[in-house]
């Protein structure tokens, strides 16, 4: 089955730019999407198809993928930014939804 | 307003059953893919079960065989029919609609419930 890896945890200060990167097997080919997950909440879509962004979620988030890696940056990082972020791929070849295994942010 | 209301979670004991139902409003279920993601207790997400709009269903390997999804198009309504539970399916049992104007990420989220398999 098809495997996406995150960093456990990213750290940042206000003000500064996140990295979260999910790496999977010829990602570049597939459409990723990142989740936001603040405690006791559920899963806020912010990035989807590699790049796009739902309404209302900030310019501050955008994505990117190629190759091995897709990375989900965030610009001037606020401490309302602090959450837990997954990755997820749709593996159309099997039907099957596959989520990262999540990246703490925190924010300093 | 759209939205996703979750219930049915609870305490059961080991191999006993369970049926969560997930009420949808402001959208149609039988017209979308709609799915089932959990999240163990301090663990990351883990994607569950889709039911396509077609009927088409499918499961993850932890799963299958003993979870089934289905819906009510009347009532507007998603399932998930749970047997043969294990102390490792306890969760937050979250649905979801995956859009497919967004690539069928899942856009839409209800709120979670809480399935305890525990003697």
């Known amino acids: 089955s098809y495997v996406l890896t995150q960093p456990p945890s990213v750290s940042v200060a206000p003000g500064q730019t996140a990295r979260i990167t999910c790496g999977g097997n010829n990602i570049g080919s597939k459409s990723v999407h990142w989740y936001q997950q603040k405690p006791g909440q559920a899963p806020v879509l912010v990035v989807y198809d590699d790049s796009d962004r739902p309404s209302g979620i900030p310019e501050r988030f955008s994505g990117s993928n190629s190759g091995n890696t897709a990375t989900l940056t965030i610009s001037r990082v606020e401490a309302g930014d602090e959450a837990d972020y997954y990755c997820q791929v749709w593996d159309s070849s099997s039907d099957l939804w596959v989520f990262g295994g999540g990246t703490k942010l925190t924010v300093l | ?119």
Request: charge should be positive; glycine fraction near 10%; include cysteine.
């Open chain 2, 1 to 119: 307003e759209v939205q996703l209301v979750e219930s049915g979670g609870g305490l059961v004991q080991p191999g006993g059953s369970l049926r969560l139902s997930c009420a949808a409003s402001g959208f149609t279920v039988s017209s979308n893919y709609m799915s089932w993601v959990r999240q163990a207790p301090g663990k990351g997400l883990e994607w569950v079960s889709v039911i396509y709009s077609g009927g088409s269903t499918y499961y993850a390997d932890s799963v299958k065989g003993r979870f089934t999804i289905s819906r009510h198009n009347s009532k507007n309504t998603l399932y998930l029919q749970m047997n043969s539970l294990r102390a490792e399916d306890t969760a937050v049992y979250y649905c979801a609609r995956a859009s497919s104007l967004e690539r069928f990420a899942f856009d839409i989220w209800g709120q979670g419930t809480m399935v305890t398999v525990s003697s």
